[in-house]
Every structure is written in structure tokens, then in C-alpha cells.
């Protein structure tokens, strides 16, 4: 899949607004995108990991660079509540999608998300039946990736084909598994393996969703910390 060389987002969605980054991690992550088919990003909550994945991805699409949008992270369809809940698999796990749903609507309008769910142009699959799948000419995007143990990141990792971009996204320090974090695996082979995928990682200060989430952030880990 050709690339392209460039640092910011410049595609406009339904309202009009175009991506610019807004600091200089962001920019490392959007350029790391569009130049690597793999990319590992890791940091707080409101720094735009997910957001940025999105709308790139959605760029891709309508270009016509990738045939769909996958979206997975671990445990969605082992929630005991899930099967509480009407309708069809989609459906169940569509408060898990809600914040690449959004994306995809405010950059594709509704009607296209729609559309694109229906030919399964957006494909929402669950952790547990990724085995056997090959996601090949696809914007991959592995969410909550720290809660992935190291045999479904291997799991995972090995889905991937021909022509896809892959982002594994998560929040080390937010791990909610007892087990050695597939995340921190991954982090440990491309290091001491020299794989060369681009790792990116946010701090704190580059929350961007609010100041009220910055504060919260800030305090939680001051508190955590017993400072």
C-alpha cells in the first residue's frame, strides 16, 4: 500500500474540520501512521490515541487505500453481561465501539458508517474469535491493549496480512489482568529485538480532551503514588 509522506492530517469530515496535531507527540504519532504499517501507542486517556487512529483510518478508507476498518480488543465477548443485552453481536458490543463509531461518523457522515457496517467494511470483532482470521488490505486498530496477556497478543499480532495498517493502543499503567501484560511483551521484543516498529507515548500533559480530565488524571496518580 503506497504511503504517504507528510505530518499532518489534512482530510476535512462531515463538519468541515480538518486533524491538525496539537503538540508534538501528536505529530510523531500521525507521521508514524502514514510512513510504518505498524505502530504501538501508549498513554493516558484524552491524549487522542484512539481519535487519531480513527481518522486516519477514515482517510484511508475514503481514499481507497484499505478495504475496511477492523476494531478488536480483549475480553469484550467473555463480559457476563453482554448476553443481558437485545439485538445482534454488533449491537451487544456497540458501547465497547462507541468512541470509533463517533469518530467515523463525524468524519464519514451516518449514513456511510451505516452503510459500511452492512457490507462489513467495519468489521467489530471480538478478541476471542480473531484465531483464523487473516486481516489483510485493513486499518487494524487492537484497543485496551494492555489487558491482552501475551498468548493473545500473539494472537492478535499474527492476524495481520497483506496491506494492512495496525495500531496497538493502550495505557500500561491501566492494566486490569493479574498476568504479564501482552503490551509490556511486545514493548520488551521490539526493544531487545530491534524490530524497529515506531513506539509512541503520550504523558500526562498532553491530555487534550479537557482540563477538568487532566486534573483527574493528575490527582488519581498522585493519590496512587500515596504522594
Known sequence: MARQKKEKFISEGQDGNALVPKNTTQRAYIKALYSSPQTIVMGPAGTGKTYIATRVACELFQLGKIDRICLTRPNISQSKSLGFFPGTLHEKIAPWVMPVSEVIIECLGKN?????LKRGQLDIIPFEVLRGRSLANAFILLDEAQNTTPAEMKTFLTR???????????????????????????????????????????????????????????AFIQIEKGT
Open 160 to 218: 495481520i496480512g497483506h496491506d494492512a495498517t495496525c495500531v496497538v493502543n493502550g495505557d500500561i499503567s491501566q492494566s486490569d489482568i493479574k498476568a504479564t501484560s501482552g503490551l509490556a511483551t511486545i514493548l520488551d521484543m521490539n526493544k531487545q529485538l530491534s524490530l524497529g516498529i515506531p513506539t509512541i507515548e503520550f504523558c500526562v500533559d498532553e491530555i487534550v480532551r479537557s482540563d477538568l480530565c487532566k486534573m483527574w488524571t493528575k
Open 112 to 116: 456511510t458508517y451505516e452503510l459500511m
